[in-house]
Structure formats: C-alpha cells, structure tokens
C-alpha cells in the first residue's frame, strides 16, 4: 500500500453494483406487501431460523462472553486495519498468491476481468460471494463475453430466475418449493420433464446440472467469509461443498474480498467460527469450512488471486459511530428477526444487503444522498441488537444515520423541507410548558373532527398515511396539567 | 417516597387518564406524587427522527426540570428509554459534556412505572382489582432498552379477578416506531395487522401496555376494525379498585 495521501476515501460509484435501489424504501415496500406469496413464504421461513438460531443459542452458557469477545476482535483490528491488511498482503504474496488493490467496484470489476481474460476462459464457476454481487461482477464479465455461473443452490435459483437475491445467507427466501421446480424446468437444460417439487429431487437437479460445470470450469470466483492476516489464509463456509468443489478443482482461483473481512490471528478466528453458524444457519458447526493460503504444488488451483475491495468501507471506517456497521460477519440474524424485514422482504432495501444491516450499510457505502430512506426503515424496535453476534448497535446507528441525513439536508437546501419547519416549531413549542399548555388547548379544535363519531377517522397528509388503517383518539376535554391543577397539586 | 412525575407529552395531551391512575396509584402506596409542572417532552421524536439539533432545547429544558428530584417515574418505557439513553447523547454531538453528564444523572434516577414498583418500592401486589380478561404487549423499548423483563407481569398476576392470557409473539414489535408509523405507513399498517390478529386471538377483552404510544398504534387499529376488544396502560389497570374500576 502506498504511504502517499491519496485524497478522501471515496463512496460506491454509482451507475455499478447491486447497493441501490429504484424506489425509495417505502414505495418499494407498498410492492412486496402486497405479495401475499412473498409474505407467507418469509414468515414460514424467517420463523423456523429464529427458532432454530435460539435453541443453539440457548445451548451456550458463555454466548454473552462469545459476543462480547467478537465485538472486541472486530473493534481491535478495525483500528490498525491498514496494518493488518499489509500483513495479509505479505503472506499471501510469500505463499505465492498475487494480491490486487481496488479502490472501488469499477476497478474491481476491471482487475477480475482482466485476470479471467488472461486464461482464455469464457466460462467461470462461482462460490456464493456478497461481495461480487455488490460490485456487479456477474454483469461486468458478462459485459466482454464471460458467463459466471452461481454454484450455491440458492444462487443458482436467483440467478436461472432472472432474479435477484433477498437475503444474505438464503438468497431465494422470497421462493417456495413449487416455485423452484418451475424455474427449474423453464431454465435448466437437459432437466427431468417429470421433476418433482420434492426438496430432494430439486437438489438432485441441481447437482446434475452443477456437476457438468464444475468439471469444465478452468476459472473459479470466490469471496470470503475471512482472512487471517497472520498467515495469508482465507476462509470459506458453507453448507453444500459446492463451495469446496469451485475452490479446488478449477485451475485459477480469484478472491474478492472487502478489507474488512480480515483478522488478525487464527485464535481470533476461533470466536468467529463459533458466532457465525449459530448466528446464521441455526448450525453447531457449518458443514464445510475451506481455508487456503497462496499455491501449492499439485494440490489446487495453481494460480490464486485476491482482489481487496475498499467501495466505501474506508468511508464508513472514517464515521465515529458508524464504523461499527463494518464488524458485520455476514450471518443475517438481524433479518431473521426484524418485523419489518419479515414483511417486506429483502428486495425492498434495494441493496444486495438488506434487512437491518442494510439499512446500515448501504447508506454508508453509497455516502447517505443515494439510500436515504433506508434508515427510516425500522421502528428501533431492537430485536437486531439483540441477534447481532458482534454486537452491532444497529438502533444507535439508524438514529445516528437519520441525524448526518437531516444535516447533511439542512447544508444541502435553502429552503427548509415541510418536515423540518414542522420539528423545528414543534421544538419550540416544547421548549417551555406555557407554548406547549397553549398548543394543547389549540389541540382541543381536532375535537370537531371526531364530534359525531367519538373517534378521529381522518387526517390530512402527510398525517393520511396514520389515519388510513388507524382511528386516531379524540383530544380530551382536559389536559393532565389542567386536572393536575384543578386538583390543587404540588408542581415542586 | 416524594415522587416526581414525568406524564410525557402524549400522556399529557392525549392520554391523561395513564397520569391520573399513576397519581392515584402511587398515593394510595403511600407516598407523594409532585408534578413539576414545567415539563414538556424528551425529545425522543425529533431524536428519532434525525432532528437532533431540534431536540437539543429540550433535552437542556428536560434536565432543568428534573435535576432537582431524587426519584423520577415515567408511566412510558419508550420516555423513560429516551431519557436515559439518548439524552447524554444528544448532548454530546453538539460538544455539551456537561450537559451530558447532568442529563446521565437525571437517567439514572429516572424510572418506567414498573420498575419504579417492583425495583425501586419494593411492591408486586398493589392491591388492584380488574375483573376482565387482560392480554399484555411487552412495547420494545421497556423489553429491549430498559430490561424490564417480566415486572408488568408480576404486577399484573397479582391484579385480583383478572384473567392474564398470554399474546402469542408478544415480543414482536407492534408497528409504531414513532414517525416510522406515518412515514412507512403501509408496513407499519402490516405489523399491525398481525398484532391485531395475535392479540384478537387471546380473546381478551383489554389489551394493556405499558407505553401509550404503542397503545395509541393497537388501539387505533382495533378501534377501527369494532373489533370490541379495548386497550388499556398498565397504570390504568393497577390504579383500578373494587370502588373505582378503570
């Protein structure tokens, strides 16, 4: 890395990548409300997760101390992150695998690009990776001619779907069974015409089709789960071998991995490995557990890269309070426990990282104009803190998220927005007892609205949106402090 | 115990029955309720709401009025939450550490009603009387913020002639969030729905909470529906007796 001051860290470019939406947040909720399939199928499976991810949970006598030591390992290397990842850099370098630097999506794409175009390739296997989707890797090679194709099982249904993924870790949450089996006869070539919706048969499908891929891909894509910066080591888990079968049979093997992935030793990692399966699939231990160090003669891939992505993450490292959001580890328990998420589904954040985490994320690595909605997508409800196996204060940082946006609002425009003249009347108006007991007594006029039915059943915008599927209570005749007062009460 | 009494804006504007029944409830313990009648609100909304500049006068105007008490009660685990865990902080990002540390000293001292009881008085068995089929929603902030745990419960198990059914999914949030209701309306609306549909399921005749705001979210909804099931605070129901039945 070089010494020399290269100016502010940059955000995600826009115009690639998977971390916008089309629609702002609630626009794009009204949508996948309306899916009654969508709905029934993410409340059957967010549920069954949270039940299994709590009886596992429950199991561990130290899970607090587990936390805890996480948040401290992530904290720890977050503050000597430029040290840790030219430690990496060496060691992979030493084992005789190359390291490339990317500042963003654009120069990502175009280092994974050009090392797929050296092997003459056309065609490259794919282990499930966040961090491909969020640069829009798939695009940028299909772009020149190189088709990526996703060997997860629920990768693979995304992508012969024309879809795009939901969830981290069960990127086709927002499909049933039977869905599958249609996707599956409409896209996969050379399927059983008699295929049925029977998870084993789907799988067996799927492992047909994969199998032939996995034989002929020379050139197989990665991301990790982790890097051990001590000795170069990265580190894949998974549940379907599929991911061990694109590490080591092609002949190249190219990583792309965010710099915050890393840690520093193998015995930080031990903490790792115990949080994330518990955290993420409900799992003691994650079936597969890959980890690789550079080259090794007549074993593996013979040419191995890792491509270190920044896209926004020093940006985020640079927010005080925000920062945090970059210990995530990628399990989703924060989705599978938020009420909004349960309801709304994935596709709704826009980003290829939804749910609370998102809502979080996204924002920061875009800089906040481009997802602004997103932290006003939870009722701080908490439930995500609580799940969280590295103690993110995901609330804390919504709210923090929602101030640099109201700021950053208040630099941008002149004239202040409706909302902002109304909190800032609303602040003065409560800033003393004598405004606030005169704007109660003023409140006495919404009495009219309700006088015939004893209830308020409409409100004008932006106020509708309340009164739309809620009756609103009619302002009592006598404040507390008019009662209070008539009583003859002591007020100090 | 001379005890004073924060009845929040909403309480005080729109729900001042929940401040009557703390009021009755805690002088009928014994002890003296005083209501420092310069308060307003904590804040919490413009806090929430990214408008943290706003909600600096009142978080300053807040502390000057309760700085002076030893013991503070709140009948809302979302006020008392905020006054707790966001005042300090508001404080701190416009560089007013002493503020800070007054506002962490007025929080500290500063109670949810059910902590106040079983915590800080001591008394799980207030001696109520509410003979009707009760359903109880924990609000998120006393459960996530404040670590009330199963105090409301305690309190309300030893209510005479009640009929506590358990809510399915209690711990599941209700949909409110402050301006998350208006500003998300449609999945605020969604998470409603399936509370209305836990809660109608207990076949409860009240549903009780122990924050307005999230009552005032229920409420509406099965208010709009005639679902004929009512929401009452916590404080209503402890404040109710053989004489006065809430």
Known sequence: MSGIFLGMPVHAPRGVGALRGAEPFPVAARTALANTQLRRNLGHATATIRAKRAAVVSELDDWEELRRAGEAIKTATMTRLDEHLEQLERAFTARGGTVHWARDANEANEVVTRLVQATGEREVVKVKSMATQEIGLNEALEAVGIAAYETDLAELIVQLGHDTPSHILVPAIHRNRSEIREIFLREMAGVDPMLTDEPRMLAMAARAHLRRKFLSAKVGISGANFAVAQTGTLVVLESEGNGRMCLTLPQTLITVMGIEKLVPTWTDLEVFLQLLPRSSTGERMNPYTSTWAGRHEGDGPRDVHLVLVDNGRTATLADEIGRQVLNCIKCSACMNVCPVYERTGGHAYGSVYPGPIGAVLSPQLTGIEDNASLPYASTLCGACFDACPVRIDIPSVLVHLRAKHVEQQREDHRLPSAEALSMAAASWVMSTSTRFSAAEKASRIGRLLGARRGRITMLPPPFSGWSASRDVPLPPRESFREWWAGRGGATS | ?246
């Open chain 2, 1 to 246: 115990m001379r005890i004073a009494l924060f009845v929040t804006c909403l309480g005080d504007a729109l729900f001042p029955d929940v401040g009557k029944a703390t009021v009755m409830l805690l002088e009928r313990l014994g002890h003296e309720v005083v209501f420092p009648d310069r308060q307003t609100c904590c804040g919490q909304m413009h806090v929430n709401t990214g408008y943290q500049h706003e909600a600096l006068p009142l978080v300053r105007h807040h502390v000057e009025v309760f700085e002076p008490y030893d013991v503070v009660v709140a009948p809302s685990g979302s006020c008392v939450g905020s006054v707790r865990h966001q005042h300090a902080m508001v404080a701190r990002r416009h560089g007013e550490e002493r503020l800070a540390a007054r506002a962490e000293g007025v929080g500290a001292r500063t109670y949810e009603l059910s902590e106040l009881l079983v915590d800080v008085l001591g008394v799980e068995d207030v001696g109520a009387f509410f003979p009707h089929r009760v359903t109880y929603h924990p609000t998120c902030h006393s459960l996530r913020m404040l670590r009330v745990g199963d105090k409301p419960l305690r309190l309300l198990r030893n209510v005479r002639g009640i009929d506590l059914v358990e809510l399915p999914d209690a711990d599941q949030c209700c949909g409110f969030g402050g301006t998350f209701a208006v500003k998300n309306a449609d999945t605020s609306t969604a998470m409603l729905a399936d509370k209305m549909r836990n809660v109608l399921d207990t076949r409860a005749e009240v549903a009780t909470a122990g924050d307005a705001s999230c009552l005032m979210q229920i409420g509406g909804g099965l208010s709009r529906l005639r679902a004929g099931t009512r929401t009452l605070h916590l404080a209503e129901i402890l404040a109710s007796t053989e004489e006065v039945v809430a």
